[in-house]
């Protein structure tokens, strides 16, 4: 990932794709997608086509074996077009990932060639009704049921549900166990059953199709992962999922600013004025967003293979800060660039519009909230003794 400049202009591969992808197939449809919050079809058909379901898995299992480095900047690229197809892939890409680490059942082995093969999408159910955001706890548990092993589940969102060809979901290991001695298993259709149970009828991010849904599902013993939740968290997943995440954030950041330079370009030629300054403050702050990322995809990347490292305190204070700090940019940059474009920025019908990117945007701050990073590293910090 080429931080330091625009997407369009990286000379990494897969960012490239992505762009195109962005530009050529998830751009057109991004009004559609937000304004009637459906999935963007057409977009990880694209994805699917150049086989970006499978980016992360190594090329020994069938994948394309790019980095979690790659496919970061290949979000932000996605992002600046449709941050909801953004989300999808990156959201994905976070359950493959865990899968390539973690998943070393010969079931979940089969799982992850079968996601090579076949694209499939997976999805996540790691919220909970009455949990908010908490994932570090569940209510539900691993049951035994007629001979087998069942998951009933009420989840708080399950992004593209209604897609999915799999759902990996959190739960207690059996209903005997407490909140935190939690597991991680995989359901799969056509034996999952997902009965909607609330709406996605959000201002922002709305063709990510996160509905709410009462999850039953028999989960075979080969697809329950062996390790802890607690340990596959710690041990990449949680840091995968802030790289992965934080690249959409950037990525939104990315289309304000980009939106508020045409406005200015389109400007007939004359004195410099007002916006212009502005302009040049908002892509200070840009910069500070790409920079935000580039320097943590570069220390995990850098310590991805020392165990202690990445699973250290210092590093995981760091990804929530990425988090927070480019969730925060990206809402920022939104107004920032309203400030710039004006009335025709805050039209919904001009080219300077800024209103699905302003919804967008704010999505950010809300998908796992920024209080509860910020709750999880205060607890931290208080114990040490320097920072
Ligand atoms: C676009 C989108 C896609 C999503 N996709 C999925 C998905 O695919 N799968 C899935 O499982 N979930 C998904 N979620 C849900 C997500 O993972 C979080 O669970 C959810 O956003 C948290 O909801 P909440 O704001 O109600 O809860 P909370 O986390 O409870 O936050 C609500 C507010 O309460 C306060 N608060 C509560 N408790 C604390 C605390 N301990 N410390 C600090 N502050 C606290 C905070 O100020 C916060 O703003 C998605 C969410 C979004 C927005």
Redesign the pocket.
Known sequence: MDSLSCPAHSSAELERLAWRIGAEVAAPAAGDVDQRARFPLEAVAAMRKERLLAALIPKADGGLGFTVQEMVGALRAIATHCPSSA?VLA?HSVEVDTLVRHGTTPGLRALLEEVATSQLLI??????VG?????GRSRCALEQHDGGLFLDKQ???????EYADAVVATCRRTPDSAETDQILVVCRRPAMRLTATSTWN?SG?RG?C?HGYHLQSPVEADLVFPAPFATIAGRGAAQVRQLLLSAVWVGIAEAAVATAHQHVLRRAPGPLVLDTTRLAELVGLLNKSRSLLQSACHWFERVEPDREAVESAGMMIALRNLKVGTSRLAAEAATGALAICGIEGYRRDSRSSLDRIIRDAH?GL???????H??ESAAVLRAWKAI
Do not use: F, K, P, W
Not at 123 to 128: H, I, K, L, Q, V
Not at 155 to 161: D, N
């Open positions: 989300l959201m999805g996540n159910a790691s919220s909970e949990l908010g955001g908490a994932a989840v708080l969102a399950i992004s593209y549900g959000t991010l990510t996160s999505g809300v998908m796992v909230s920024n209080d509860r910020l709750e």
